[in-house]
Each structure stands twice: as structure tokens, then as C-alpha cells.
């Protein structure tokens, strides 16, 4: 190949005779059709970094396309040439919907030895490596090849770039700059003044060659996995404006001392770091400080009264360190502020003593500390409010019964505070509230007919002691989408339910409701998803109006009076992950089409009045992901459903290893997040327990209190991941099936009250993380088995039995023989097991485990 310099010289031949490169401002031919084949590389399509263009305001267009045969080159978009030369200096090519690779051999990297500025940012280079032949620009002072989507090892050779001022490789996931590569890079940077790694994978301690960059005025490092102490040196580089090196959860360091008062630093971020210690006096000196994010770290302490010099802030974040004491009054001196959090410390005092009323503050964070008193007083400056959040605090008394302004604010966040006495008119009456919350408070008292502006979308108001009739008014806001009022006392009906087209959580849990469910459940709005109306005094049928397309994904209806069957409809609800009817009066047989159900993780039908036999899937794989299976306390009669024992696989060879451990429900929303954690009663090793929160390893089957008869089917080893397992009083017949020893992951298991005989298979005792095992009034014999798990259990795991002994039995009876003694007996009747079951009404082991 030619190298530049012979490209050069013939260039320049081939100047002498053409008049063309001799014309100001009209490019070579040579630049010209180098860079109309370097632009045959791509193809031009918007890509997922042209809507970041759009976010930073910047038009995204493809450039290229203007780059036409036979038109001056210095013309076309994006090209930038030199005014006496006609050499192209600069090509700015950023937002041009590139896509493709740049290869090494590319005619961009030899025919442009002079170009200074290089911008490929915001193109989609799809995962490629950055070519290390972007050493030959050696003039170039500004790459920028920020969200391209370049990936892999960033070449050595970008170093030799040594007259770079201005370098970004930020946002390009993938892109690693292993060890040496950012020593060298900084030790040859020399002038340097804008440096921006972020999301690069340094993943190495700080250079301290970084200090010898002595005119850098921007450095972002952050997210880019540096870890050990960072140089405090950094930090009083002269010219330094911004410093971002948040992300980098392994990075150590304090915050340093500003001892004279000529710092240049307007922007420091040093969130999600392992920075400690406490924010020292001279912080004030920071006169130029507008930004400072200091968030997710360790440090604590309080907060020294010179933060009020910083009169430059707009932003301030400490939030979520240890920082104690009072917050000081100085604070409402920055006039100038925006954003202030200070939430998830441990502050204490009065809100009012530092709260500023200053027009400019838009969002105010100050939960989660232990700030008390009442509700402080807002500003008449606070006009501009949009989020306030109190929350998590000891804030005392009842809210003020007026208050002036806040046109603007959007999110009122009050929950987990000791505030009483109702809620005043005015908090629905602010213009443009969108999100409202004072959960877990004392208020009493009930709901006027509230009016409110359209915006209301999120309301929750549970764990409070509010009560009376709801306002069902409240369904007509066209926005409203989260409605959360468990555990009151409200009562009322839902009869306006089906105005909210925008209903998604609907959480009414925990009160006094009562009525029927609107006939248009199913099928007037295609988002609603959670449906909890657990612990209320509903009544009727469940209408069964379920459309093809919806989106539920928890219905949850336990412990209320409904009645009739199961509607069949319900079978289009394919997202249903959480079925509840548990603790009602539902009449029907084993709705066996919810098996169609792919989703569906949690089926309860506990304590209801179903009935009859289960019949058998004729699915190849029913239900197949259920994970939890609740029918006890029914009437339901017939063999045990053996076909669900074979395949319900989501109970099956489960890799726990594989499983993230989170909560059944769902997290999610644009703009306010919003959580909702499906709750369920559910019988765990013999106590009836309320789970606030569902891991969705949980796995467990109930059909205990039913007339179910015939025997354990031997396929049940199959569900070996299952955790509980209760089929007790029951009619079940023969013998303890030896396969119940591969459900190895079980902690309960409950066969008690049934007709089982024989013995309890010596296998049992492979079940090591039995807790709980209850074979009690059965008409078991022989030996109970020795050693793991079994040297645990207590007599009440066996009493009613025929004839079963060894310890525990024997050892709280004051029976005066040996143990030895008693050992031959119960060996003698177990080997006679055949008939012994039949005979020994009233044999020696029988009578032993009946004294006790
Ligand atoms: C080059 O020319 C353009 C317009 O013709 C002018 O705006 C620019 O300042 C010139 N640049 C230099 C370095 O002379
Ligand atoms: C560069 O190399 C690629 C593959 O290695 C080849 O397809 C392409 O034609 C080459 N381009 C030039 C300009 O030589
Ligand atoms: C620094 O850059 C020069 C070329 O400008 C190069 O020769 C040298 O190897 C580079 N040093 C490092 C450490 O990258
Ligand atoms: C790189 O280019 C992008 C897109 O034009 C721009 O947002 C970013 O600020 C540039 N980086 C530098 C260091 O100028
Ligand atoms: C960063 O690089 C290091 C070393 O190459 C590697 O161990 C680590 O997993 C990488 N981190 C990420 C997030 O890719
Ligand atoms: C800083 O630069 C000086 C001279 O240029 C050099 O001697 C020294 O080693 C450099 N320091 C670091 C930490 O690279
Ligand atoms: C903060 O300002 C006060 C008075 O305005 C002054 O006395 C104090 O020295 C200043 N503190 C710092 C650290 O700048
Ligand atoms: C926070 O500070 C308190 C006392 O100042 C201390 O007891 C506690 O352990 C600290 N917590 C953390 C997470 O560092
Ligand atoms: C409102 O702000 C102005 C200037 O921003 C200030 O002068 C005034 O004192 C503030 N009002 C109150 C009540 O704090
Ligand atoms: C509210 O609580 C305060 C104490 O924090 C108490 O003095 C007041 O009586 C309570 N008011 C109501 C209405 O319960
Ligand atoms: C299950 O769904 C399939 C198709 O989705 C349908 O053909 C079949 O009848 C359904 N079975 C039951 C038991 O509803
Ligand atoms: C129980 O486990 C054994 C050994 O892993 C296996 O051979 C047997 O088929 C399993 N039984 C059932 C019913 O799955």
C-alpha cells in the first residue's frame, strides 16, 4: 500500500498541474472521492443514538446523503476545510445516522492528514472495534466518538494522538481501556483540557499522571469500574470546571479540604462512590459551585453552616449518606437553588429552620430522616414547587387547613409520618397534582366529594384510619391510574369503577367495601392489571365479562363473600400471574381451564365450596408455571390430580442458582415509579401467615381438608423443587409413597389425618430441609426413621398412628424400661408389617404412642 507521505507528494504533483487545488476553498479529487468511499461503508438508518440526538437537542440527519460526485467537497455537510489550503480539517459527521463498520483499510484514515476535528458521535458502528489506524490523524486535537456504538479494546494507539484537547469515548457499552491503556493515554494527553471515559471499563486505579493534565477543565470518569483511593490532587487542578466520577462503587476517597478560594469547580459529582468521611468547613470556599452531587456514598457527619456561601447552587444532592444533626439555617440563603435532597440521612429538627422560599426551587427531597413537627409552613416564594417528599419522617399534627400557591407542584409525598386528623380540601384542589401520598400516617376522618383537576393519576392513602363512604367520584378523574386505600375503614361501593379508563392498581384491600363488582370488570379498559379486593364485604358473582384483551396480571379477591362460579372468561386473562379466590363462597368444580394459563404462578382457591373430582388434563403441559396451588378446605372428591403432579414444571428441576431472588409483582411506569407487591395468606408449616411479599421461589401445594381418596400417587417425587406440600385430612389410602424422598428442597410436609399404612419409608430421611413433618392420625407402623432431619421432630408429628415407634416416642413417656428394652418391641411388631396394620388395633406400639 502507499503510504501517506508517497499519497502526499503525488497529491501535490498533481496540484502543480490542476488549477482546481489551487482555487481557494474547492477540495482535491483525491479528498472528494475518499471521502465519497468511505461513505460507500455505510448505510443510513435511524439507530436508538439518533434519539439522543433528539434529547440533546441536536438534529440528526443523514449528512452524507448531500456528498454528491462532481461538488466541491468543502461544500458538503458535516466538512470543514481549511481557507488557504482547501485541506479538510474537520469532519463532523455526529447524529448522521451511520451504520456499518469503519475498517482499518479505510480511505478515511489516508487521505485527510490534517484533519484537527473528527466527530463520529451518536452513529451506530455496530459493536465494532475502534480501529487503531486513528493514530494517523496525528493533528487531531478533537475526537468525539461519544454513543456509537464501539465496543472492545480501545487501540493503544489512540495515545499517539498527543495534540488531542478535546477527547470523548463516552456511552459506548463494551468499550474496555485495559491496563496500560489509560496510564498511557494520560501520560502522553498532555493537553488535554476535555477527557470524557464515561461507561468506559478502566477498571483500574486512578493515574496519577492524571495530575500532570494540568489544563484540563472537564474529566469524566464515571461508571468506568476505577476502584482504590482517587488523588485529592484532582480535585484543585487548575482550570478544572467539571469533575464526574460517580459509578465507580469501589472508588475510595474524601471529600478535600479547599483551602484558598480561587477554585474553578462549577460541576462535581461524586454520587454512588465509596467517598467517606464528613464535608469539611472549606467547602464553602467553593465559590463557583453550582452543581453538587454527592448522593449514595458514605459519608456522614453534619453539614457545616459555610454550604450557605455556596450562593452559585442550583443543585445539591446528599442524599441517601449518614449525615446527623440539624441542617443549617444557611441553606436559605441559596437563592439560587433548584433541586435540593437531603433525604435518606439521619437529620433531625425542624424542616421550617432551613427550608428556603426562594423562587427558583423546583423539587425539595427530604425524606427518610427524622425531621419532626408539624408540616412545616411553605414559602409564598415557593410558587415554581413540582415534588415535594417528606416522607419517612416524624412529622407530627395535622396538616395545615390552607396554604397558599404550590400552582405547580405535581408529586406530594407525606407517607410514613405520625401526621392525624384529616385531610384538608386543598391538597385535592392543587392545579397540577399528579402523584399524592400519605400512607402509613394517623390520619382519621372521611372524604368529603372531593374535587379534583384532572392531572390526579397516583393517590394512596393506605394504612391510615380513615373511614366512612369513599367518594366514588374519585373514578371519574380520566388520568387516574394507582388507587391505593388498603387497610382503612373505608366502606362504599364500586359503582362508578368502570368511568376510570385509566385504572391500573386498584388496591382496596383491608376495609369495609361491600357490594357486587360492576358487570363491566373485564373489559372496560385494557390496562388495568392489579385488581386486590382482599378482606372486604364484597359480595355477588363475579362477572364474567373478561375480554380477549386485557392485562390483568393479579386478581386477588380472598376473604370476602363471593359467590357462584369461576367465570369462564377468566381464561382470557393470558398475563394472570395471581389468582386469589381463597376465603369466599364460591360454588363450582375445579375450574380446569385456568391450566390453559401460561402465566399463572398463584391459583388459591382455599376454603371455598368447591366440589367434586379433578379431572384429567388433557394438556401436555398444564399450568406451566404455577408455582404456588392452594385448594384446601373445599369438597373436592376423587383420586389426587396425578397429571399435575407429572408435569406442573415449574415445581420441577428448578436451578435456583439461575433464579433471581425478587418479589412476586411488578415495578415499573414512566415518569413516578410505582411498585405493587402481591400479598397472600397462605398456611407455611401449619401456621396461617400473611406474605406481604411473595419470593417467587416459593413453591408449595395445599389440598389438605378435602375427600380426597386412593393413594399417593409415586409420580409426586417429580415436583422436586416444591417447598410445602399438605395433604392432610384427607382419605387418602396406602403407603407413603418411598419418591416423596426426591422432593429434597421441602420444609413441610403434612399427611396427617388420612388412612395411610405402613411405614414411613426409611428414604424420608434424604428430606434435609424439613422443618415441619406431620403424619400424625394415620395408621402408620414401625420404626420411625433415625438421624437427619427426623432427630428433629417432636411426638405430635406422629400420635394417632397404629403402631409407630422408636424415638421421639419413646423418649418423654415415662415408660421405666430401657430404651434398649423398648427397641426389640418395636423391632418385633415391625417385621410382621404385612397384616400388622389390620391386627394391631390395639398393639404394644399403638398403646405406647396413645399414652403420650
Ligand atoms: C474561513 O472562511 C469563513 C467564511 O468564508 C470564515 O467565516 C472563517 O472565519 C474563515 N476561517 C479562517 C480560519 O480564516
Ligand atoms: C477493506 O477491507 C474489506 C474487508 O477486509 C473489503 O471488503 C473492502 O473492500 C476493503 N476496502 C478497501 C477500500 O480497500
Ligand atoms: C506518545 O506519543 C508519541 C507520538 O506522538 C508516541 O511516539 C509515543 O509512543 C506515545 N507514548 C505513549 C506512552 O503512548
Ligand atoms: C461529542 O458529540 C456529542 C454529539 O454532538 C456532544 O453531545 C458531546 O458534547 C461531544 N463531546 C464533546 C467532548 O464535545
Ligand atoms: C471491566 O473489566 C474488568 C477487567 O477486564 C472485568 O473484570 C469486569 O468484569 C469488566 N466490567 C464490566 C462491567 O464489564
Ligand atoms: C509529570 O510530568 C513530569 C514532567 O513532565 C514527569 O517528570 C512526571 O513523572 C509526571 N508525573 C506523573 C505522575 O506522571
Ligand atoms: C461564609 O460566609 C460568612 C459570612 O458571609 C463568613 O464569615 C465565612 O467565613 C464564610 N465561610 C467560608 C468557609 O467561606
Ligand atoms: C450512621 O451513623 C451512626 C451514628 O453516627 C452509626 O451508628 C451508624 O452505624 C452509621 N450507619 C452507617 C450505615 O454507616
Ligand atoms: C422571596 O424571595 C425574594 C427574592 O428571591 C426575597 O427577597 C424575599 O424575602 C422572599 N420572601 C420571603 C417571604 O422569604
Ligand atoms: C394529633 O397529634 C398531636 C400530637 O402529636 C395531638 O396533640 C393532637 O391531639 C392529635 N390530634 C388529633 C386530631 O388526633
Ligand atoms: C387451551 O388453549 C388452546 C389454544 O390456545 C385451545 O385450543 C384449548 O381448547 C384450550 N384448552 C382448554 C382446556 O381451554
Ligand atoms: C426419584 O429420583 C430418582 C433418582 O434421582 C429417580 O430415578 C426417580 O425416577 C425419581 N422418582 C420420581 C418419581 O421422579
Redesign the pocket.
Not at 405520625?418 to 384529616?422: D, E, Y
Given at each position: 500500500m502507499v503510504s501517506n507521505n508517497q499519497l502526499f507528494h503525488l497529491f501535490l504533483f498533481l496540484c502543480f498541474f490542476q488549477i482546481s487545488c489551487l482555487h481557494a476553498q474547492l477540495c482535491t479529487q483525491e479528498q472528494s472521492s475518499a471521502l465519497l468511499q468511505f461513505k460507500q461503508q455505510f448505510s443510513f438508518n435511524k439507530s436508538p443514538a439518533d434519539d439522543f440526538c433528539d434529547y440533546y437537542g441536536i438534529h440528526s440527519y443523514p449528512k452524507m446523503e448531500s456528498w454528491k460526485e462532481g461538488s466541491d467537497c468543502c461544500s458538503w455537510d458535516g466538512i470543514e476545510c481549511d481557507n488557504r489550503t482547501s485541506q479538510v480539517i474537520g469532519l463532523d459527521l455526529s447524529c448522521s445516522w451511520l451504520n456499518g463498520n469503519i475498517h482499518p483499510n479505510s480511505t478515511i484514515f489516508y487521505y485527510f492528514p490534517h484533519l484537527q476535528r473528527l466527530n463520529l458521535a451518536f452513529n451506530d458502528f455496530g459493536m465494532s472495534r475502534i480501529s487503531s489506524e486513528f493514530s494517523q490523524f496525528t493533528r487531531l486535537t478533537h475526537l468525539n466518538l461519544s454513543r456509537s456504538s464501539f465496543s472492545g479494546k480501545v487501540p493503544i494507539q489512540v495515545s499517539f494522538l498527543s495534540k488531542l484537547v478535546s477527547l470523548d469515548l463516552s456511552y459506548n457499552y463494551g468499550l474496555r481501556l485495559e491496563d496500560p491503556g489509560f496510564e498511557l493515554l494520560v501520560e502522553n494527553l498532555t493537553k488535554i483540557r476535555e477527557l470524557n471515559l464515561r461507561e468506559v471499563n478502566i477498571s483500574s486505579v486512578v493515574s496519577n499522571s492524571l495530575l500532570n493534565l494540568t489544563s484540563l477543565t472537564h474529566l469524566d470518569l464515571s461508571w468506568c469500574e476505577l476502584f482504590g483511593k482517587f488523588p485529592d490532587g484532582i480535585f484543585h487542578l487548575p482550570h478544572l470546571n467539571e469533575l464526574s466520577i460517580w459509578g465507580n462503587l469501589a472508588l475510595t476517597g474524601y471529600f478535600p479540604e479547599f483551602i484558598n478560594s480561587s477554585s474553578p469547580l462549577q460541576y462535581l459529582v461524586l454520587s454512588n462512590t465509596n467517598f467517606s468521611g464528613e464535608l469539611p468547613d472549606s467547602i464553602g470556599n467553593l465559590k463557583s459551585l453550582k452543581k453538587l452531587y454527592a448522593a449514595r456514598c458514605k459519608f456522614y457527619g453534619s453539614i457545616p453552616t459555610s454550604l450557605g456561601n455556596l450562593t452559585e447552587m442550583i443543585d445539591l444532592s446528599i442524599r441517601y449518606n449518614n449525615f446527623t444533626g440539624m441542617l443549617p439555617s444557611s441553606l436559605s440563603n441559596l437563592g439560587n437553588l433548584v433541586w435540593l435532597g437531603v433525604g435518606g440521612n439521619n437529620f433531625e429538627g425542624k424542616i421550617a429552620d432551613f427550608l428556603p422560599n426562594v423562587k427558583s426551587l423546583l423539587y425539595l427531597y427530604i425524606g427518610s430522616n427524622n425531621f419532626g413537627g408539624?408540616f412545616p409552613t411553605l414559602g409564598a416564594n415557593l410558587t415554581k414547587l413540582v415534588e415535594l417528599d417528606l416522607s419517612n419522617n416524624q412529622l407530627?399534627?395535622?396538616l395545615p387547613s390552607q396554604i397558599i400557591g404550590l400552582p405547580n407542584l405535581m408529586s406530594l409525598s407525606l407517607g410514613d409520618n405520625?401526621?392525624?386528623?384529616?385531610i384538608p380540601p386543598w391538597v385535592f384542589s392543587l392545579p397540577a397534582l399528579y402523584y399524592f401520598n400519605i400512607s402509613s400516617n394517623?390520619l382519621?376522618g372521611h372524604l368529603k366529594d372531593f374535587k379534583s383537576t384532572d392531572h390526579l393519576s397516583v393517590v394512596d392513602l393506605s394504612n391510615n384510619n380513615l373511614h366512612g363512604r369513599f367518594p366514588s367520584s374519585i373514578f371519574k378523574l380520566v388520568k387516574l391510574a394507582i388507587l391505593i386505600l388498603s387497610s382503612n375503614n373505608f366502606s362504599g361501593e364500586l359503582d362508578m369503577l368502570c368511568h376510570a379508563i385509566s385504572l391500573q392498581i386498584l388496591v382496596l384491600s383491608n376495609n369495609r367495601f361491600n357490594g357486587a363488582i360492576p358487570q363491566c370488570l373485564g373489559n372496560f379498559n385494557i390496562y388495568f392489571f392489579v385488581l386486590d379486593l382482599r378482606k372486604n364485604n364484597f359480595s355477588g358473582t363475579i362477572p364474567d365479562t373478561f375480554a380477549e384483551e386485557n392485562s390483568f396480571k393479579t386478581i386477588n379477591l380472598d376473604s370476602n363473600g363471593f359467590e357462584g362460579p369461576v367465570p369462564k372468561s377468566l381464561e382470557n386473562c393470558k398475563m394472570l400471574q395471581v389468582l386469589d379466590l381463597g376465603h369466599n363462597k364460591f360454588s363450582d368444580k375445579f375450574p380446569y381451564w385456568l391450566e390453559n394459563l401460561t402465566s399463572l404462578q398463584v391459583l388459591i382457591l382455599r376454603s371455598n365450596k368447591f366440589h367434586g373430582p379433578i379431572p384429567n388434563s388433557k394438556l401436555k403441559f398444564p399450568f406451566p408455571i404455577l408455582r404456588v396451588m392452594d385448594l384446601s378446605n373445599n369438597y373436592f372428591t376423587g383420586p389426587l390430580p396425578r397429571k399435575y403432579f407429572e408435569n406442573l414444571n415449574a415445581m420441577m428441576n428448578v436451578d435456583e442458582a439461575s433464579f433471581e431472588l425478587k418479589y412476586l409483582g411488578m415495578t415499573g411506569g414512566s415518569g413516578l415509579a410505582y411498585y405493587y407487591n402481591d400479598c397472600l395468606t397462605i398456611v407455611i408449616k401449619g401456621s396461617t401467615i400473611e406474605m406481604l411479599k411473595v419470593l417467587t421461589i416459593f413453591t408449595a401445594i395445599d389440598l389438605s381438608k378435602n375427600n380426597f381418596e386412593g393413594q399417593i400417587p409415586q409420580i409426586i417425587g417429580k415436583l422436586n423443587s416444591i417447598r410445602g406440600l399438605n395433604l392432610s385430612h384427607n382419605s387418602l389410602t396406602g403407603h407413603i409413597p418411598t419418591s416423596l424422598a426426591n422432593l429434597t428442597m421441602l420444609e413441610w410436609l403434612d399427611l396427617s389425618s388420612n388412612k395411610l399404612i405402613g411405614k414411613i419409608p426409611q428414604q424420608l430421611r434424604n428430606l434435609i430441609s424439613l422443618e415441619v413433618l406431620n403424619l400424625s392420625q394415620n395408621q402408620l407402623i414401625g420404626r420411625i426413621p433415625q438421624g437427619n432431619q427426623f432427630d428433629t421432630f417432636l411426638n405430635d408429628s406422629y400420635i394417632g398412628n397404629l403402631a409407630l415407634c422408636g424415638p421421639p416416642l419413646s423418649s418423654t413417656r415415662s415408660d421405666p424400661r430401657t430404651p434398649q428394652q423398648e427397641d426389640n418391641t418395636c423391632c418385633l411388631s415391625g417385621f410382621n408389617i404385612a397384616g400388622l396394620w389390620m391386627w394391631a388395633g390395639m398393639g404394644t406400639c399403638y398403646g405406647i404412642s396413645y399414652v403420650l
Open positions: 408539624p407530627t399534627g395535622p405520625l401526621i392525624n386528623g384529616t394517623k382519621t
